[in-house]
C-alpha cells in the first residue's frame, strides 16, 4: 500500500486539513495548497512560528505586511532589513520612506491603494540575499496573499522580488519599468528604492529619472483599471 492509499484511509478531513495545516510552518516539504488561509491574520500567526527555512532561527519578527488588504496594487520587495526584523513592518527604514515618496508622487497611498509585502518575511543575516531555497520555501506564503488581496497590478521591487515570483532571471536594468502577465496578473518590475537611495542623481537616464516614468506608467494603469471596475 503506497502512501497515498495509507492516507486515503483517513478520511476524516480532521486529519487531512487541520493536521496538515498545523504542519505547515515545520517543513519546506509541506505544501500551502491555494485557499488554505482564510486572512491575513492566519497568515502571520503561521510566518511567525515558521521553520521552512534556517531564517527563522535568527529572526526577531517575522514581516508579513501592511497596506489595504484589498488593494489594487501590490508592492514586492526582497526580505526585511534591520529595521523591519525589529517591527515587524515592511519597508519602514529609508528604503521605505524612499518607497513611500515615490507613491505620494503619483497620488498613491499605501493606506488606500497599496499593499506591500516581501519575497522572504525573515530577514537574511547580514541583510545579504536571500539563497533561492530560502525563497522557495517561503513563496506559498506570498501567494496565499497574493489571492487574498488579489491586486490587479503587482510591483516588483528589485531583481531577486522578479526572481522569486516570476523566476525571470534577468538582471533588473534590462526589464524595469516593462509590462509584464504572471499568473493572469499585470507586473511590472521598478528598481528597489535602496538602489536608488546609492544612485542619488536625477539626471535623464538615471535610475531616479527612470523610476519617475515607471511611477507614472503604473498610476496611468492604474485609472483605467479603476475605470473599469
Request: a neutral charge.
Amino acid at each position: 500500500m503506497n502512501n497515498e492509499q495509507q492516507l486515503s484511509l483517513f478520511d476524516d478531513s480532521s486529519f487531512n486539513s487541520n493536521d496538515q495545516k498545523a504542519l505547515i510552518p515545520t517543513d519546506a516539504k509541506i505544501p500551502i495548497p491555494s485557499g488554505t488561509y482564510a486572512d491575513m491574520i492566519e497568515i502571520a500567526q503561521h510566518c511567525n512560528q515558521c521553520h521552512r527555512c534556517e531564517l527563522g532561527q535568527t529572526r526577531t519578527h517575522a514581516v508579513v505586511g501592511r497596506g489595504h488588504l484589498q488593494a489594487l496594487i501590490m508592492v514586492v520587495g526582497e526580505a526585511p532589513g534591520q529595521n523591519e526584523d525589529e517591527t515587524g513592518l515592511p519597508f519602514v527604514g529609508k528604503a521605505g520612506q524612499l518607497l513611500e515618496k515615490i507613491l505620494a508622487s503619483v497620488n498613491l497611498d499605501t493606506e488606500k491603494d497599496v499593499f506591500i509585502s516581501n519575497i522572504n518575511k525573515c530577514r537574511p543575516p547580514g541583510n545579504r540575499v536571500p539563497t533561492t531555497e530560502e525563497m522557495e520555501a517561503c513563496k506559498p506564503y506570498l501567494l496565499e496573499q497574493i489571492r487574498l488581496v488579489d491586486p490587479k497590478m503587482i510591483l516588483l521591487a528589485g531583481a531577486t522580488a522578479v526572481k522569486g515570483l516570476t523566476g525571470d532571471k534577468r538582471g533588473i536594468t534590462k526589464i524595469r519599468g516593462q509590462w509584464m502577465e504572471w499568473e493572469g496578473r499585470l507586473c511590472m518590475p521598478i528598481f528597489h528604492p535602496s538602489y536608488l537611495l546609492r544612485n542619488q542623481s536625477r539626471e535623464v537616464g538615471s535610475p531616479k529619472w527612470l523610476t519617475w516614468q515607471d511611477i507614472q506608467a503604473v498610476r496611468a494603469k492604474f485609472d483605467e483599471i479603476r475605470k473599469s471596475i
